[in-house]
């Protein structure tokens, strides 16, 4: 069983189109994250939610908007897709400890490459 | 910003020689955690190691081995006999209490034959 998987692995789609990625995790987690690697293999967190909650917007473009139906599912919809979104975008959910310790560390899905032209 | 800094972009050794793949970090947190991931040519981001700060314990994982140093804010990665199937790029990381990690720039190790 994959512990968190994304749909679709590639997406090519031209500019100014709207897309959607899917992730969904298996492992009962709370807190679930959007990251993005950029050509030179940079990844940066884009958002997470806690029990569908959001915690983290790291001043993302407001045409990327996370959705979160329930604490397992955090789909990802981009609306007038750029150039520059070009990336490989990550998923990943990790559990909450309790007593200020944190969280466990985040287990990745296997990536969705997005390629617009 | 409270940077994770990887200073080496690319690292190339021959199987069985030991590689140390470096990792300084800034933070003014009390609590953070620490975290290797590594990324092999298929793409997957895959969890090798997360410490806490308040346990400065060194870890030995078969060939692998992390010193972690709060003195000088590092968190050093050794691979002892390096073999080819090590061949990927290294992320270090630092955590917050509420889960966000920050990346360093990842290290390319190429280990050949």
């Known amino acids: 069983d994959t512990a968190v998987s994304q749909t679709p692995k590639y997406l090519v789609t031209q500019m100014g189109n709207d897309k959607s990625i899917k992730c969904e995790q298996n492992?009962?987690?709370?807190?679930m994250y959007w990251y993005k690697q950029d050509s030179k293999k940079f990844l940066k967190i884009m958002f997470s939610?806690?029990?569908?909650?959001?915690?983290i917007n790291e001043t993302v473009p407001n045409r990327f908007s996370p959705k979160s139906p329930d604490k397992a599912h955090l789909n990802l919809h981009i609306n007038s897709l750029e150039l520059g979104d070009s990336a490989v975008y990550f998923c990943?959910?990790?559990?909450?400890?309790?007593?200020?310790?944190?969280?466990?560390?985040?287990?990745f899905g296997q990536g969705t490459r997005l390629t617009v032209v | 910003a409270q940077k994770v800094t990887q200073a080496q972009t690319e690292i190339s050794v021959v199987e069985k020689e030991d590689v140390t793949l470096d990792c300084v970090y800034e933070?003014?947190?009390?609590?953070?955690?620490l975290f290797w991931y590594k990324q092999p040519p298929s793409g997957e981001l895959v969890f090798l190691i997360r410490?806490?700060?308040?346990?400065?314990q060194n870890e030995i994982s078969g060939r692998y081995s992390w010193n972690f140093q709060k003195s000088t804010s590092s968190f050093n990665f050794t691979i002892t006999a390096s073999q080819v199937v090590d061949s990927a790029v290294y992320f270090c990381?630092?955590?917050?209490?509420?889960?966000?990690?920050?990346f360093g720039q990842g290290t390319i190790l190429t280990v050949h034959p």
């Open positions: 939610y806690n029990n569908k909650e959001l915690i």
């Open positions: 990381a630092r955590g917050t209490s509420y889960g966000k990690l920050t």
């Open positions: 410490r806490n700060s308040f346990d400065e």
């Open positions: 990943a959910s990790s559990q909450d400890l309790i007593q200020g310790r944190g969280n466990t560390e985040a287990f």
């Open positions: 933070t003014r947190d009390t609590t953070y955690y």
């Open positions: 492992l009962g987690h709370d807190t």
